[in-house]
């Protein structure tokens, strides 16, 4: 435990899949696809339903975290009981990094599927690319209580998430150099989506791949069970386990699914709500996002340092007040660019803090020999998988045709998942799940 190189080569799978975080979930797509679909001759039509094109990318990733919540939990357990841990997260890993390098196909007036169609595959290969990116999560996130002591989690989760945010502004930064130069701006934007999943590749298979060892031992399955069958059996045990014997671990999952949907939300319509509401260009927006990325990098790193002193409950609580300062100021005051900067560098400082610290903090509260199994419950709302936060945002844009509207239902979120973290008690969740909380600042 605490291996340096095994440390480094688990951050750096951050470092890798950032990459599919910040050029493909929050800078591109989305006002790709909803430029895609403005162009179409005909609106964009789904099971008889109009779909309003700014409403698309939004109902796409609550699409693709409504699959997840059937299959992750599932998928947790089975690592548990199998030792497949490594092997399900490099196996996923490469499936959504391959969906990412095929959006490169997708532009108008496509032979065969038109515009319509080239919307509609851009989706599907979003949704099996962020499914896929989903799983890695809930395995990586499990080697966490094997790589770091319990008192190490805060620091090495931040240390995670501030080196997939300088990675995934590194590849940022190389997109935004290919738009300024290129005079084809649909082409630099295609490439800069492959480019996402050629990194996430690359380097999953660099670090990831050569130095994680899985040391927890399979746990036995009772004989002549399916895998699948016993999968499911387990998910549901775990859920009452959680309930009955771990009340104040669910309790935190509870607030946790909630305030993370709403910084889920921020994320991916961030770019949609600059070029949309703000008429911001591409260019613009990649630089913002840029700017984000290694802003975050000093955040996660500063929180870090935070929970060290106060702990990482009162260190999220901090960041989910600035989170809803930000959303009405994102309503009531945000007008230009300049403004629009500001605003990032502060939900910068807190993107990276909120995340890192959420993930530590929930390893300390599971039982051993469980983590993949806890994770899969976890990974539902994790980055780059809320549901239910888009699904409000697009159907407040639906109904009332502005996303600055739309932005404000976000409050919610934050306000409901402060009030719900401030009444877990930590300790009590620490010993419950046989964990020593001697030594972690509570």
């Known amino acids: 435990m605490n291996d340096k190189r095994e440390i480094l080569g688990w951050t ?10 910040t050029t493909v979930v929050t800078a591109l797509l989305g006002p790709y696809i909803e430029s895609l679909a403005s162009s179409s001759t005909s609106p964009v039509m789904l099971f008889g339903l109009q779909i309003e094109p700014a409403a698309i990318y939004p109902f796409t990733v609550s699409l693709s975290v409504l699959i997840q919540v059937l299959f992750l939990p599932l998928l947790g357990t089975i690592a548990d009981f199998t030792n497949l841990k490594k092997r399900m997260m490099m196996g996923f890993a490469y499936t959504g990094a391959t969906a990412t390098m095929l959006l490169f196909i997708v532009q108008a007036d496509m032979p065969i599927l038109g515009t319509n169609g080239a919307v509609l595959l851009a989706s599907f290969l979003f949704i099996v690319a962020n499914l896929s990116f989903g799983a890695a999560i809930v395995f990586y996130n499990a080697f966490l209580p094997e790589i770091a002591s319990a008192d190490q989690r805060d620091i090495v989760s931040s240390q995670g998430f501030a080196v997939g945010y300088v990675g995934g502004g590194l590849l940022l930064l190389l997109n935004l150099i290919l738009l300024s130069v290129m005079e084809d701006t649909v082409l630099a934007v295609r490439l800069s989506l492959a480019s996402a999943g050629l990194w996430w590749l690359v380097f999953t298979y660099l670090f990831p791949q050569q130095r994680l060892v899985v040391r927890e031992p399979a746990r036995q399955m009772p004989e002549g069970e399916g895998l699948f069958r016993f999968g499911v059996k387990r998910v549901l045990a775990t859920f009452r386990e959680m309930w009955t014997k771990y009340p104040e671990t669910l309790r935190y999952l509870i607030a946790y ?103 530590s903090l929930f390893s300390q509260m599971i039982p051993r020999d469980h983590e993949a199994e806890y994770f899969g419950f976890y990974e539902i709302s994790e980055r780059g998988t809320s549901w239910i936060g888009t ?52």
């Open 12 to 21: 750096m799978y951050d470092w890798a899949n950032s990459a599919f975080s």
């Open 257 to 359: 699914l909630i305030y993370n949907d709403g910084i889920q939300t921020v994320i991916a319509v961030a770019a949609l709500f600059a070029s949309s509401e703000l008429g911001i260009e591409p260019q613009v927006v990649l630089l913002l996002v840029l700017m984000i990325q290694f802003v975050a990098f000093g955040g996660a790193l500063l929180f870090g340092w935070l929970a060290g002193r106060i702990g990482a409950k009162k260190s999220i609580l901090l960041s989910l007040v600035i989170w809803s300062v930000i959303v009405i100021y994102a309503y009531l005051l945000l007008i230009n660019t300049f403004q629009l900067f500001v605003l990032g560098f502060f939900l910068a400082l807190v993107l990276g803090g909120s995340q890192a610290l959420s993930r």
């Open 391 to 442: 699904l409000f945002f697009g159907l407040a844009v639906t109904i009332t045709g502005s996303q600055r509207v739309a932005i404000l239902t976000l409050i919610v979120f934050f306000l409901v998942g402060l009030a719900l973290l401030s009444r877990v008690d930590i300790r009590r969740a620490m010993l419950d799940s046989g964990n020593d909380p001697e030594g972690v600042v509570i």
